[in-house]
């Protein structure tokens, strides 16, 4: 079991997302500004599976793409010229959904950030479920200011 180095209430410190939206439980790894590594415990509890779907509950890869969201925001707005700040999306491209995530799984969210430019940049996404590939794709992020 990989050691946690933020839990949900220290992710809440850096950026602003909260129940039943802060779709993150804990950071296992960060280089601030570079990469950082996030996992979320998918619940049968959790929210959307009350209607996608009830016989058959997967996990919208549209969420699983707002996790890998809120992972690089985590690496992102950890620099210190951004504390405060909220990162918003500013695009999605390559966005590919490769199995179903299901109740019981657990989805490592990781995020190398490939460019930034300022407040912008690019992020190269991975989420995946005992090492096997569930959604990859990029995000790109605008720092609000």
């Not at 999306?89 to 190398?112: C, H, M, N, S, T």
């Not at 940049?121 to 995946?128: C, L, P, R, W």
Request: aromatic residues 6%; neutral net charge; proline residues 6%.
């Amino acid at each position: 079991m990989a050691e946690v180095l933020l839990n949900q209430e220290q992710i809440k410190e850096i950026i602003p997302h909260r129940d039943p939206f802060l779709l993150i439980d804990e950071v296992l790894e960060m280089e601030v500004g570079k990469r950082v590594v996030a996992r979320k415990y998918i619940k049968a509890d959790d929210f959307w599976f009350k209607g996608h779907f009830p016989e058959k509950p997967v996990t919208p890869g549209v969420l699983m793409v707002e996790m890998l969201a809120q992972a690089g925001a985590v690496c992102i707005l950890s620099q210190p010229e951004f504390k405060g700040k909220i990162a918003l999306f500013a695009g999605i491209d390559k966005a590919k959904f490769r199995r179903q995530v299901v109740p019981g799984d657990v989805l490592d969210l990781e995020v190398e950030i490939i460019a930034q430019r300022g407040p912008m940049g690019v992020g190269k996404a991975v989420a995946s479920v005992d090492g096997k590939r569930a959604v990859t794709c990029e995000i790109k992020f605008a720092v609000e200011q």
